[in-house]
């Protein structure tokens, strides 16, 4: 059976984040980083900044390493204000970065093989 879509907040406000969440991953067959931090944002209606996969995949890229926003830039040898850029949302990461990303969530050794 087809549900209706969520239209409005406070439609949005009633769903049980980890269900939504267990559900999206069942579907995309992998763990999403940053997924649950992003429809609890929303949950709350903090709709002013839109979170993208490459956003959360990123982010959780460095928070598996430990690194700063410095470091990890350096060590994937891109500006960090890059990085920032890419972590905040204002412009995509391209797709070899996004790889990287995603290679350092699976195997987080690889990042202190880098640079």
Known sequence: ????????????DGIDVEAVAAAFEADAGEALPGLRE??????????ARIT????????EARKITGLSQGEFARRIDTPVATLRGWEQGRFSPPGI???????ITKHPDLAEDLH
């Open 1 to 12: 059976m087809k549900q209706k879509p969520i239209t409005t907040l406070e439609e949005f």
């Open 38 to 47: 992003a429809l609890g944002e929303a949950k709350r209606g903090e709709f």
């Open 52 to 59: 993208t996969p490459e956003q959360m995949l990123l982010r």
């Open 97 to 103: 970065a996004t790889v990287l990303a995603r290679l």
